[in-house]
C-alpha cells in the first residue's frame, strides 16, 4: 500500500507530508479526499495534479473520495488570492458539480463492488444542515482565532492591503470540518491537495484532534510552474479545459505538443501513468535527437487520450500534420467541423450565400465581385497566383483559373483557400 508515496515521490509529486503518513498508509487500505472547487462546469489542466493523485492512490489499492464543494464553493477559498470571488448560486454549482464528476469518471473508477471504488460527495449536503447558531457553537469553538490568523494564505491577504471578508476567513474552518465529516462517517483518515491548500488541511487534522480525538494524515503536491516562470495552464486565448467545447481536443493536444524540453521532463511524470523505465527510455531517446519531440509528443499522446479519446487524439495528430506537413484533400475531409475550426482559429473568414455559390462556375469568378478584396484585390490579381502555381483549394493545386469549380464543400459548408504557403482563407457557404 505504501508505494503510493514511493510513487508520488520519484514523480516529483510530494510537497509536504503529515508524520507518520507512511506507516498509516502500511497498515492497509486507508481513504483519502481532495476536494474540487466547482466554480466553472469543465476542469482545467490546474486540476489534472490532483486528479492524478487521487488515480495514484486508488491504483495503489486505497479508496479516493472526491469532493466537490458545493458549500465552499459559494464561498471561495482566500488561500493565495489576491481578490475575493463571485459568488454562485446553488443551481449554477449544482450544475457545475454533474460535469465535474463526468469528467473525473475518465481518471476514477466510481463503478463496481470493489473495496476502493471512488466516491464522489458534496459538502452542501452536510454544511447545508447547519444553522449559523450550530456551527460557531459546535466547530468555531474548537479553533482559535489566532490559530487561523497564523496561516500564511490569511496573513499575506492581510499585509497586502486587500483585506479578508468574514466569509472568505471562514473558509478554513468549512473545510477543515469537511475533513472531520469524512474522518467520522467515511472513516477518511487522510487529505490531499496542492501545497496552497496546507493550511487548511492541517485546520482539519487540528478539527479532527479536538472534535473526535483521532489522527488524520495529510500530503500536499506542488504547485506546477513552467520552466519560464509563467503560470502553467494558461495560454493567450486563457485556460486550458478538459471540456472539448470550451478547449478542443486539437488545440488541448497542441498544448502539451508545445511544452518546452525542461518542462516535458516534469510533465510527463505528473501527467501520465508512464512507469519510471518508460520515461527514463524515452528521455534518453529525447537527448539523441531533441528535434524530434518525442517527449513531447508521447505527453501529448497520453494525456490526449486520457482526458478524451484515442479517436480525438488520432484526429489532432491528423490535423496537426494538416497545418504543419504534407496532407491530401482527403485527410482534410476527414476532419469533424470542430477539429476543422480549431485547426484553423483565426484564418479569415468569408460567407457567400448558397445561391450566390450555386451561380458560380470558373473558379476565377470565386474572387470576383461576390467576394471582392476579400480574399484577391481583383480578379487579376488572383489569375496571377494561380498561374504561379500558388493557390490550392481543399489542399489541391489550383492550376486552371477558368477550370471548374468543382470542390466539395468541407463539412458540406467550408472551402479552404490557401495563397502561398501560409495565408488561409475559409470560404463559408451559408
Not at 499585509?159 to 465529516?181: A, C, R
Amino acid at each position: 500500500m505504501n508505494s503510493f508515496i514511493e510513487e508520488l515521490k520519484w514523480r516529483g509529486m510530494v510537497q509536504d507530508m503529515t508524520p507518520e503518513l507512511a506507516e498509516h498508509l502500511d497498515k492497509g487500505m486507508a481513504s483519502a479526499y481532495l476536494g474540487f472547487d466547482p466554480t466553472a462546469d469543465s476542469l482545467h489542466i490546474g486540476h489534472l495534479v490532483g486528479v492524478m493523485t487521487l488515480l495514484h492512490f486508488q491504483r495503489s489499492g486505497h479508496k479516493p473520495f472526491a469532493l466537490v464543494g458545493g458549500a465552499t464553493g459559494m464561498i471561495g477559498d482566500p488561500s493565495f488570492k489576491s481578490a475575493e470571488r463571485n459568488l454562485l448560486d446553488k443551481a449554477t454549482l449544482d450544475q457545475n458539480v454533474a460535469c465535474i464528476q463526468n469528467q473525473l469518471s475518465k481518471f476514477l473508477d466510481f463503478s463496481g463492488d470493489s473495496a476502493n471504488k471512488a466516491e464522489l460527495v458534496n459538502n452542501y449536503d452536510w454544511i447545508s444542515q447547519f444553522s449559523f447558531l450550530e456551527f460557531i457553537r459546535d466547530v468555531g469553538k474548537h479553533i482559535t482565532v489566532n490559530y487561523m490568523m497564523s496561516k500564511d494564505s490569511v496573513k499575506r491577504r492581510l499585509e497586502d492591503g486587500s483585506g479578508l471578508s468574514f466569509t472568505e476567513f471562514s473558509y478554513q474552518l468549512i473545510q477543515g470540518y469537511d475533513f472531520y465529516h469524512l474522518w467520522k462517517n467515511k472513516n477518511c483518515t487522510v487529505q490531499l491537495g496542492g501545497s496552497d491548500q496546507w493550511g487548511n488541511i492541517v485546520t482539519g487534522t487540528e478539527l479532527i484532534r479536538r472534535m473526535g480525538g483521532g489522527s488524520a494524515y495529510a500530503l500536499t503536491v506542488p504547485l506546477i510552474t513552467k520552466a519560464d516562470g509563467s503560470k502553467f495552464g494558461k495560454t493567450e486565448s486563457g485556460s486550458v479545459w478538459l471540456d472539448p467545447e470550451k478547449t478542443s481536443p486539437y488545440a488541448f493536444y497542441q498544448f502539451w505538443l508545445n511544452v518546452s524540453d525542461e518542462d516535458a521532463s516534469k510533465y510527463i511524470r505528473i501527467f501520465t501513468t508512464l512507469s519510471k523505465e518508460e520515461i527514463e527510455a524515452l528521455e534518453t531517446q529525447h537527448a539523441q535527437a531533441p528535434h524530434l519531440r518525442l517527449l513531447q509528443k508521447e505527453i501529448a499522446k497520453q494525456v490526449t487520450t486520457m482526458v478524451h479519446s484515442p479517436e480525438d487524439y488520432e484526429m489532432a495528430v491528423k490535423a496537426s500534420e494538416i497545418l504543419f506537413g504534407k496532407s491530401s484533400t482527403k485527410d482534410l475531409a476527414s476532419l469533424d467541423e470542430r477539429t476543422f475550426l480549431a485547426v484553423f482559429e483565426g484564418v479569415p473568414q468569408v460567407q457567400l450565400s448558397s445561391s450566390d455559390y450555386a451561380e458560380i462556375d470558373q473558379v476565377l469568378e470565386l474572387f470576383g465581385e461576390k467576394t471582392q478584396g476579400q480574399i484577391f484585390p481583383s480578379k487579376g490579381e488572383a489569375r496571377k497566383m494561380i498561374q504561379g502555381g500558388g493557390l490550392s483549394i481543399n489542399k489541391e493545386k489550383v492550376n486552371d483559373p477558368n477550370g471548374a469549380l468543382n470542390f466539395d464543400l468541407l463539412q458540406g459548408k467550408y472551402l479552404l483557400i490557401q495563397k502561398g504557403k501560409k495565408n488561409y482563407f475559409i470560404l463559408e457557404v451559408k
